[in-house]
């Protein structure tokens, strides 16, 4: 039997301090990813949506084949300004907002695939009608071609053309804006929950994607679960002991070694996560970066202030009950005065005592207190 106990005892101090752990640290990924709201937060906050769309992109437009004669770049003046014209800033946070709901509604199981569908087709068509206009303006700004220039000409590319032939460009600039329409330029700018889901499977063997709801929705649950294991564990600590006494002095050296296991953790990660953080502005001119930076900075803070906190808190439960068992300890091993029972002393009350009485009851108390003093030396 005592063998039991003691395994009990074990069991119950290790599972606590590692319940305690968990917990405190499940506590900071559940408000931190429980919901959309913190990281929809953190890209608002951190400014990626003020930064020019010809910024983010990594590459320029003439990159694919069917934009060769274009001539346009990414950096290019026109596509910067035509970009922010049509996807400015409230667009691009719709967007990426709509991506983040859409995720969310399928990791809880509301949906069967990210509920979200972005369908660009209309702002591409805007953004070449743009492109077309300002490079047909360009060639009107232009002097007027010689005759031998007009016979060199192969092709008439808006953004690459030395001078303007001499005749009215409408049907050309019609055909030019058709020809973009109708060509692969920018690719296909649409993108749904389905596709990406697809996608996975098709890439992923084991399927892997379809178990994240459940994983999702269980790591949403694993706070609850271990603030019962504790409780739990707890028990096992206080009955398991000889005294209920002791068992609550375990548990608040548990707490100690609980807290102190967080708060290394805690400062650990985040300068870890400081490097990484760092990682991303390398470069100074690098706006994407330091916007990167930002979210990764937000993140962090949101996921382990809360440990850190609650780690103070194990700290302090943990002072709490020391303090109060040996305060309850002291008071119940105080050495106590004997006093003298009224009910052996004639006429029953102090004030009908005669002075023989009187001086007989303080002899008898003061005898007492020297007798207590002598045992306790």
Known sequence: ????????????????????????????????????????????????????????????????????????????????????NVFPEDKKQQIVEEIIDGTYEWLAGKAPAPAFNIDLKTEKSEFITQITDKGFDRVNSLRECSLEELQSMQELDPFSIPCKPPYDLSADKQTYLEELNKSDFLGDLSLSGDQLVEEARRNDSSNMIDSLPTLFQLFMLLPLILAGLILIFGAMLIYLHDTKKIGVQKIGKTLVYSAVSVLIVTIGSYFILGEVQAGFTKDPDNQLGAGFESIINSL??????????????????????????????????????????????????????????????????????????????
């Open 300 to 377: 962090r803070t949101s996921l382990l202030v809360p440990p850190f906190i609650l780690a103070l808190v194990y700290l302090l439960a943990s002072v709490s009950i020391a303090y109060f068992t040996k305060w309850k300890h002291a008071r119940q091993n105080k050495p106590k005065i004997e006093q003298a029972d009224d009910s052996t002393v004639p006429g029953n009350s102090v004030q009908n005592m005669t002075d023989e009485e009187k001086r007989a009851m303080i002899a008898k108390l003061s005898a007492s207190s020297n007798s207590e003093k002598n045992d306790s030396n």
């Open 1 to 84: 039997m005592k063998l039991l106990k003691a395994i009990g005892r074990w069991v119950g101090a290790y599972g606590m301090r590692s319940a305690l752990f968990s917990f405190a640290f499940m506590v900071g990924f559940v408000i931190t990813f429980g919901s959309p709201d913190i990281i929809k937060q953190s890209f608002d906050e951190s400014g990626v949506y003020q930064i020019p769309l010809s910024d983010i992109a990594s590459s320029s437009l003439d990159k694919n084949p069917n934009q060769d004669s274009s001539g346009l770049t990414i950096k290019s003046p026109e596509v910067k300004e035509s970009l922010e």
